[in-house]
């Protein structure tokens, strides 16, 4: 089997699924939300109009708007990541790799296939997630008086930043899923990891001398350079004294998170028989 209908057969895998549309739904109702709830705090404390006092504790100061619009990425990214997760688990968990292989011997092409099919679903993501979260920031920063900075080149780069973001996580996921078999161990690596660990450890690193230069190469803290911004470090502020990655640098560092899974699970677990 060619690359081309490899790559047609992961697309209709994925899209006859249900796993792909219900993660789109929960992204852009999770984003939405979380949106507009933040938007209106905010966009309402810069214009002086919440009660007690102009400036809220942990309210961003400054320019709200790349923020607001870095929500996508900041608590969005754990969805691409879970599709690409789900992309080759759900093949081991209901055996459908067997026929996958029979038709195309060379797995790599399969791989190489699914990569390029979750390219585009990280793609279609992202879009979903920058509607969701710029449409109702938008909306309160215009609402209150504030500049929602959609007439800046800088904000259209950091939303292009976001949609490369989107992608290089499908293909950590896939690199994930390829690795680790097993879809629940999968799905708890995932979650632990993005949701415990790592934020955890970012955290310590503020005030563990030194270990924040290393925390800067976590993945997420990777995605978030190459992003430019984020909600935590906006919100939370930050006393590390490490210089952040350059944005080209990020998305570098997690390029290489996806390419050094996706060889793993190659050589480990992709070249091995399936039932």
Same mark, same amino acid.
């Given at each position: 089997?060619?690359?081309? +209908?490899?790559?047609r057969s992961?697309?209709?895998k ?8 219900i993660? +789109?739904?929960?992204?852009? +109702? ?8 933040l938007g209106f ?12 006092q102009?400036?809220?504790a942990g309210?961003?100061t400054?320019?709200l708007?790349? %923020?607001?619009y870095s929500?996508?990425?900041?608590i ?5 990541l879970?599709?690409g ?5 759900a093949?081991?968990?209901?055996h459908?790799l ?5 038709a195309t011997?060379?797995?790599?092409? !399969?791989?190489?296939a699914?990569?390029f099919?979750?390219?585009g679903?990280?793609v279609?993501?992202?879009v ?6 710029v ?11 504030q500049?929602?900075?959609?007439d800046?080149?800088d ?9 490369i ?8 996921g896939i690199?994930?899923?390829?690795l680790?078999?097993?879809? !629940?161990?999968?799905?708890?690596i %995932?979650?632990a990891?993005?949701?415990? !660990?790592?934020p955890?450890?970012? %955290?310590a690193?503020?005030?563990?001398d030194?270990l924040?230069?290393?925390?800067r190469?976590l993945?997420?803290?990777a995605s978030?350079?190459l ?11 930050s ?7 350059d ?6 560092v997690?390029?290489?998170?996806a390419?050094?899974?996706m060889v ?8 091995r028989?399936?039932?």
């Open positions: 089997m060619s690359f081309a +209908a490899a790559t992961e697309t209709t994925l899209l006859t699924t249900a796993m792909w549309w993660l +789109a739904i929960v992204l852009v +109702a999770y984003i939405g939300f979380t949106a507009a709830g705090v905010f966009s309402a404390s810069a214009a002086g109009e919440l009660p007690g102009s400036q809220q309210v961003p400054g320019d708007a790349p %923020v607001l929500i996508a990425a900041s969005g990214y754990v969805f691409p879970l599709i997760t789900l992309m080759v688990t093949e081991f968990r209901h459908t067997t026929p996958t292989f029979l011997p060379r797995r790599g092409r !399969v791989l190489w699914k990569a099919v979750g390219i679903i990280g279609v993501y992202a979903l997630a920058l509607i969701a979260a449409g109702p920031s938008a909306g309160f920063l215009t609402g209150f008086g500049s929602t900075g959609l800046q080149s904000t259209w780069a950091m939303l292009g930043r976001i949609v973001a989107f992608a290089l996580w499908v293909l950590v690199g994930v899923g390829t680790v078999r097993n879809q !629940v161990a999968a799905v708890v %995932v979650l990891f993005t949701q415990f !660990v790592e955890i450890a970012r %955290v690193g503020m005030f563990v030194g924040d230069a290393a925390l190469f993945p997420g803290a978030d350079a992003v430019g911004t984020s909600i935590y470090t906006a919100t939370t502020g006393t590390s004294s490490a210089e952040p990655l944005w080209w640098v990020g998305g570098v997690l390029l290489a998170y390419i050094v899974l793993l699970g190659h050589v480990t677990s992709w070249r028989d399936v039932d």
